[in-house]
């Protein structure tokens, strides 16, 4: 009887599509070669056609079959942080199809650091375009149960590898310019670049109209719960759930404190106070209150300072549309 991996891999080089667990979020996969697969990626989730997707590789070794004119400093990345949740942006080779680049001449590939996804990438043999297995916009997920209750019958198999141990998505780093550029913030911070690279990589923008590529996440309303959420500072969280128990409201919180008020219309998260782990539970978090039946979720804006950029991105993108 074939095996798990053996039946996943099976179904992306039939074209269907596999959800997989990897370090930062799970990966609704399907076979990067065949544009017919990666089509059925955005009618599941919903997604614009141009927005890019990411190629997950087996290894650094199957570089050269996406990108082309790859600079050193790509393989000095490689070696540093794959497997591990890093994307790198990279001039595209001829034959990658248009349904994976958005129509641009870049790709984004990276290694994923999931012994479960490493170990379906190289029994398939190649890569596999995996955007996060959600509709598009919304929580990502970090869970296999977060896939089913998202995409359901859409996906062909759910890969269960337990729950992700970064739990938000992969730093994005452009290298398709001759420079080093940030495009989205992720837990491999700009220090950990500039330490490999001899020098600081600059924060760019994935939505100028300057030539820069266009990357997955970069929209200013991203990763929202259904309900709507607001950043509030330390001191207004207090009174936030004093006028919205003024108000007979059911108010969702996450915040580092434990709650103050003992309420049933008080929902409310404890949040960690350390950067990787507050991000390793924050969409799980999000998931729990989005369910609450509650009219807001209010975060307690976090630190400002290091380690804490790509949570602050993310609950950025998720109040947006609030």
């Not at 990626?41 to 056609?49: E, S």
């Not at 495009?183 to 670049?193: K, N, Q």
């Not at 059911?250 to 103050?260: D, E």
Request: glycine share 10%; hydrophobic share 45%.
């Amino acid at each position: 009887m074939a095996t798990p991996i053996e039946q996943a891999a099976a179904l992306l080089r039939a074209g269907e599509l596999v959800a997989f667990p990897t370090e930062t979020v799970y990966g609704l996969g399907a076979a990067a070669g065949n544009p017919t697969a990666v089509a059925k990626i955005f009618a599941a989730k919903g997604r614009p056609a141009d927005h890019p997707l990411i190629v997950h590789l087996p290894g650094d070794d199957h570089l050269e079959r996406w990108a082309r004119d790859i600079p050193a400093a790509a393989y000095e990345l490689a070696e540093a942080f794959w497997p591990g949740p890093l994307t790198l942006i990279l001039k595209r080779q001829p034959g990658v199809s248009d349904a994976i680049t958005g129509g641009q001449d870049t790709v984004g590939l990276r290694v994923p650091g999931h012994p479960l996804a490493l170990e379906l990438l190289r029994a398939f043999g190649g890569g596999v375009a995996a955007p996060s297995a959600n509709r598009f916009g919304r929580i990502s997920p970090t869970t296999a149960q977060h896939v089913r209750d998202d995409l359901g019958a859409a996906v062909a198999m759910v890969l269960d590898g337990g729950a992700c141990s970064v739990g938000i998505e992969s730093t994005i780093v452009d290298l398709s310019s001759g420079e080093s550029r940030i495009l989205r913030p992720g837990m491999v911070s700009a220090v950990d670049l500039g330490r490999v690279l001899g020098l600081m990589p600059t924060i760019g923008t994935a939505a100028a109209p300057d030539g820069v590529p266009r990357v997955s996440g970069a929209l200013e309303s991203h990763y929202a719960p259904r309900t709507p959420l607001v950043l509030l500072p330390p001191d207004a969280v207090i009174f936030a759930v004093r006028g919205a128990l003024a108000n007979n409201e059911r108010l969702a919180v996450l915040a580092p404190m434990a709650c103050p008020i003992s309420d049933p219309r008080i929902v409310w998260c404890q949040a960690p106070s350390e950067p990787a782990t507050f991000a390793r539970d924050l969409y799980a978090n999000l998931r729990a209150l989005d369910a609450a039946g509650c009219s807001r979720i209010a975060v307690q804006r976090p630190p400002q300072s290091d380690g804490w950029q790509a949570v602050n991105d993310r609950l950025r993108r998720a109040a947006a549309s609030a």
